[in-house]
């Protein structure tokens, strides 16, 4: 099988789950990671399984992944799995349903297969830390707190999460 994890990623969060997968996917398959502005969307039709990353922005995939998404051309019974990092540190599942529906959208469309959605927490840029601050209402202790429960993901036990959902999706 011919996989292919291509991702949009700014704080390099998505991009760290997005190299785990990857190598999880090497193991047993021929595989290609590629930084989604850097896809040209004719190679699509080439892959049997794509994996794609995104960050959540204001409760959304990030603008290029939807964009990307749009774009996409059909290829029946091509295989498509998602995967998001967030800063918060989980979302119920009906949350999680609705950020992943322009991925299951796109598949409906184009007569792929969805597979499935990966999601963990990730980092928040310094530079959103106050808007996000104040957007809550927190004070400064339990802002300290949420920076400190923030710290380091996606950490060692969501990579081996990312791992897993790779190997199990891919089987
Ligand atoms: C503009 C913007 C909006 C964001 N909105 C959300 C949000 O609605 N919910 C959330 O949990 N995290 C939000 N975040 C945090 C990111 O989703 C999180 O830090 C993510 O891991 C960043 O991934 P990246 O490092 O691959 O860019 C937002 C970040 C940015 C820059």
Redesign the pocket.
């Known amino acids: 099988m011919k996989v292919l994890v291509t991702y949009f ?7 760290k789950i997005a190299t785990v997968i990857c190598e999880e996917a090497l193991t047993t398959n021929e595989s290609d990671i590629s930084k989604l502005e850097k896809i040209n969307m004719d190679d699509l039709s080439g892959y049997d399984f794509i994996f794609i990353g995104s ?5 959304n995939l990030a603008a290029p992944v939807q964009d990307f998404l749009n774009r996409m051309q059909p290829v029946p019974g091509q295989k498509i799995a998602g995967f998001i ?4 540190l989980a979302y119920p599942d009906q949350d999680m349903e609705k950020f992943t529906e322009p991925i299951k959208n796109a598949c409906r469309k184009n007569k792929m297969e969805y597979i499935g959605c990966f999601d963990c927490q ?4 310094e530079e ?1 830390h106050e808007m996000i601050k104040k957007r809550q209402g927190l004070t400064d202790e339990q802002w300290a707190e949420r920076l400190k429960q923030m710290a380091g993901h996606p950490d060692a036990k969501d990579v081996e999460m990312a791992r897993s959902f790779a190997k199990k999706v891919l089987a």
Do not use: D, Y
């Open positions: 990623s700014q704080t390099g969060n998505t991009e960050p959540l922005h204001a409760g990092t967030h800063a918060a990730g980092f928040l840029t959103l």
